[in-house]
């Protein structure tokens, strides 16, 4: 009687290429999970370290409510739409514009890690994927967005600025979420394309007042001449405010509902996300070419 003896190698050659394939899916998503872990831990040891930029990023907004709130505390009811009062028209603004600023800073440690060489050593390791970079980044900023996105509610509802809902602080934090991606993927974008730490931080204060001011943040829409309401409804921080402030005057909510009134036609709830969706794909897929550089 005789038999054949199949060897371990014809066995693994006989391995359907569909389950290889699998395996090798597999591994490069759980190392991409590992690295961005890494990497996310490591901003978070940083943070440990420097505490101080949490705690001001909580204080800032605060004295942004109280102040502001107190300087217009006197005007006319009805000035600001249906707000009862000023600090409850404010809180959506503050609300995006911290979250807007921690996610422009972004890219400072990345700068400050390619002028001390290490992001050179990270780009020539034999990564998954570089996008863990971008991951990383995004998962640190969008954390800190959320404490003082937290905070600034909670002193809003203390304030007078009202209380938006469970449902409310939901649909606030998928607005942020998505500002804070888009708004991150740009900064870091900024970090590859600039020279230096000097030329972003250059950026970063040429862009923070002038997209504060051209947004519908400190005042309504309809206070605005005709130029400024159209550059108004072209910024991204228009599409994550009054969402967020129509949250906090109105409890029946839906995507069908008008957030914006804007010179070229009605903008809904709805088409507020469609259009902060589309600027994160523009932003994430714009910085993709930068992340095959290297640096010198």
Do not use: C
Not at 19 to 43: H, N, P, Y
């Amino acid at each position: 009687m005789s038999g054949t003896v199949t060897s371990p190698n014809n066995l693994n050659q006989q391995r359907p290429l569909s389950t290889a394939s699998a395996d090798t899916s597999s591994s490069l998503l759980g190392d991409f999970i590992q690295e961005t872990l890494a990497l996310t831990k490591r901003l978070f040891i940083q943070l440990q370290r420097r505490p101080s930029t949490l705690v001001a990023g909580i204080i800032q907004p605060l004295m942004w409510l109280v102040l502001f709130g107190a300087l217009f505390e006197n005007a006319p009811a009805g000035l600001f739409g249906e707000s009862q009062n000023y600090g409850q028209f404010l809180g959506a603004g503050v609300i995006v514009f911290t979250a807007f600023a921690g996610a422009l800073n972004a890219g400072l440690p990345i700068m400050f890690d390619r002028e001390f060489g290490f992001l050179n050593r990270l780009l020539v390791a034999p990564l998954a994927s570089r996008f863990s970079i971008v991951l990383a980044s995004a998962i640190f900023i969008v954390t800190l967005s959320f404490i003082q996105t937290g905070t600034i509610v909670t002193a809003g509802a203390f304030l007078g600025a009202g209380f938006p809902g469970i449902a409310g602080l939901g649909a606030i934090t998928l607005i942020v979420l998505l500002l804070v991606l888009g708004v991150t993927g740009l900064s870091l974008g900024l970090a590859f394309a600039l020279p230096g730490h000097v030329e972003l931080i250059a950026v970063i204060f040429v862009t923070n007042l002038p997209l504060l001011f051209a947004s519908t943040a400190l005042a309504p829409l309809s206070f605005m001449p005709d130029w400024l309401q159209v550059v108004v409804t072209l910024n991204p921080l228009s599409y994550a405010i009054e969402p967020i402030r129509y949250l906090y005057l109105h409890s029946d909510w839906s995507l069908a509902s008008v957030v914006m009134y804007a010179p070229w036609g009605n903008v809904t709830f709805g088409g507020s996300l469609l259009v902060l969706l589309a600027f994160d794909l523009v932003a994430l897929l714009s910085i993709q070419p930068l992340l095959r550089r290297r640096f010198a």
